[in-house]
């Protein structure tokens, strides 16, 4: 279930690889949130996944980017799901995947956040 504003916003983005952001390794979900939190980053709100789907008809083939959120719940109630946006040989699309807190992160993965505290 998400929770949507009750009012437009806009969040300024930005995005890294998890190797960019301090991991060369790769990270579990929590150390990579809080390293994005350190940087003085946000973690976006959930509606940034399909508003980017829906925004970004040019993105490169087999590019995924991840989006640093709150874990949606699964149907069984169970923090499991972010959302990442896709192109791929299926086209564009949104899935979800890695919301665990010590759910892995290779180095390559592009993570998308909100790049500062100001929101218009």
Request: proline residues 4%; contains cysteine.
């Amino acid at each position: 279930k998400i929770k949507c504003s009750k009012k437009q916003v806009e969040v300024h983005l930005a995005s890294a690889t998890v190797a960019e952001l301090g991991f060369p390794n790769g990270a579990n979900t929590a150390d990579l949130y809080t390293a994005i939190l350190t940087q003085g980053g946000q973690l976006c709100p959930a509606e940034v996944g399909p508003a980017l789907r829906l925004c970004l008809k040019d993105q490169p083939e087999y590019v995924w980017l991840w989006i640093a959120m709150e874990a949606l719940s699964d149907s069984s109630g169970d923090l499991l799901l972010v959302f990442n946006v896709v192109h791929d040989d299926d086209g564009l699309w949104l899935s979800t995947d890695r919301g665990r807190p010590g759910g892995r992160w290779n180095s390559g993965a592009r993570v998308v956040f909100v790049a500062s505290s100001q929101v218009s």
